[in-house]
C-alpha cells in the first residue's frame, strides 16, 4: 500500500521564477492538504483540496495555488518565489476532509525541499 | 494560537521509557489528541491519537487526564531511532482538517 508520495525531493530554483510540485495521496484516501515547514519551525498549513476544489485555506498569498485532479493526485503552484519561500513542503493525505473530527489519521508525505537562490 | 503546550526539549537513556506531556487546558468534548514525530529532514509521521480513553498501537501509548486538560506520550523502551521532535496537536474546531502545530518537544535518546 503505497503511502503519501511527492515530487521533486529538491529543487532550486531563482527568485521571481514559478514552481509546480507534485502529490500522489495514499491509496484510498480523496483529500489532499500541503502545508510549508520553514528549518526550525513546525508546519504551516497552506490549503487543503477536495472533489478537485480548494476547501480551506490558511494564511498564504494569492501566489500559492493548487489544483486536485480526478485522480485525487494534486500540484501546489508557487508563482514569483522569494527567498523567503524556501522551505520543506509537506503535502497531507485523508480519508476525507473532515478526518480530524471524526478522529481518522491524516498521513504526510516526505516533502519537497524547495530552495530559492 | 498554539492550544497545546509542551516542553522544548528532553532527554531519555536508550531503553527507557520516553514519557512526553502535552498541556491542552481548553480542550473541548469533541476534539482529539494527535501525536506526529518528525526525524530530522523527514515528513511529519502519525505515531496515535485517542479522544478520552487511552491508547495503545505498535509505537506507542497515549495516556489522557480525566478531565483531558493534559496527555503523556509514552514510548515503552526508547531508541535512538527515536530521537525526533514530537508534536501534539489539537483539532481545532474550526479548521476543519487543519492540522495546527506548534513547537513540539525535542527528544533526543542517548546511548
Known amino acids: 500500500d503505497a503511502g503519501v508520495t511527492q515530487s521533486p525531493t529538491h529543487l532550486i530554483k531563482t527568485r521571481g521564477q514559478q514552481v509546480t510540485l507534485r502529490c500522489s495521496p495514499k491509496s484510498g484516501h480523496d483529500t489532499v492538504s500541503w502545508y510549508q515547514q520553514a528549518l526550525g519551525q513546525g508546519p504551516q498549513f497552506i490549503f487543503q483540496?477536495?472533489?478537485?476544489?480548494?476547501?480551506q485555506r490558511g494564511n498564504f498569498p494569492d501566489r500559492f495555488s493548487g489544483h486536485q485532479f480526478p485522480n485525487y493526485s494534486s500540484e501546489l503552484n508557487v508563482n514569483a518565489l522569494l527567498l523567503g519561500d524556501s522551505a520543506l513542503y509537506l503535502c497531507?493525505?485523508?480519508?476525507?476532509?473532515?478526518?480530524?473530527?471524526?478522529?481518522?489519521?491524516?498521513?504526510f508525505g516526505e516533502g519537497s525541499w524547495l530552495t530559492v537562490v | 494560537d498554539a492550544k497545546t503546550t509542551q516542553p522544548p526539549s528532553m532527554d531519555c537513556a536508550e531503553g527507557r521509557a520516553a514519557n512526553l506531556p502535552c498541556n491542552h487546558s481548553?480542550?473541548?468534548?469533541?476534539?482529539?489528541v494527535y501525536w506526529y514525530r518528525q526525524i530530522h529532514s523527514q515528513g511529519p509521521q502519525y505515531i496515535i491519537h485517542?479522544?478520552?480513553n487511552n491508547e495503545t498501537n505498535e509505537m506507542a501509548s497515549l495516556i489522557i487526564t480525566e478531565d483531558r486538560k493534559s496527555s503523556t506520550l509514552i514510548l515503552p523502551h526508547a531508541t535512538l531511532r527515536d530521537t525526533a521532535v514530537y508534536y501534539c496537536i489539537v483539532r481545532d474546531n474550526n479548521a476543519g482538517n487543519m492540522l495546527t502545530f506548534g513547537g513540539g518537544t525535542r527528544l533526543m535518546v542517548k546511548p
Open positions: 481548553t480542550i473541548s468534548g469533541n476534539e482529539y
Open positions: 485517542g479522544l478520552k
Open positions: 483540496y477536495y472533489e478537485e476544489e480548494e476547501r
Open positions: 497531507a493525505s485523508s480519508l476525507v476532509p473532515w478526518a480530524v473530527a471524526r478522529g481518522n489519521t491524516i498521513y
